[in-house]
């Protein structure tokens, strides 16, 4: 495990992102891609794409659970995740219906605490990929 590792930044599209600042919305749901360094306590940056792009809020990790079926955690989280059930049903489907390799795909929700907007957008210095990107240091 990378020592260095202090939380992570995701990208969020733009129609998505004000979510989690206007609507009180605190779980983040995708394939678990970067759970592995991550801990409660770490910094979770969000990151604008498509449009306007650049970082535009943070906030500190809670909680991660680990699921092969994401709609399992609107038993547990309903409208705090920031995807309503029809638009997670239709990222699984972009995703290959959370099937890899004929195993079931591992998704996670983190859910955040301590939610802050920045004044302004901040411009990444590098590219970030579309699945995540660690902070180090």
Known sequence: ?????????????????????????????????AWKQLKSGMKFVFYQSQEDTGFVGEARIKRIILSENPMQFFESYRDRIFLTKNELEEYMKSQGEGKREGKSKLWMAIELEDIKKY?????SERFVPASEQYLRG
């Open 1 to 33: 495990m990378d020592a260095g590792v202090t939380g992570v930044a995701f990208p969020i599209p733009k129609k998505y992102v004000n979510r989690f600042f206007e609507e009180g919305k605190n779980v983040f749901v995708k394939p678990a891609t």
């Open 119 to 123: 004044d302004e957008p901040v411009r």
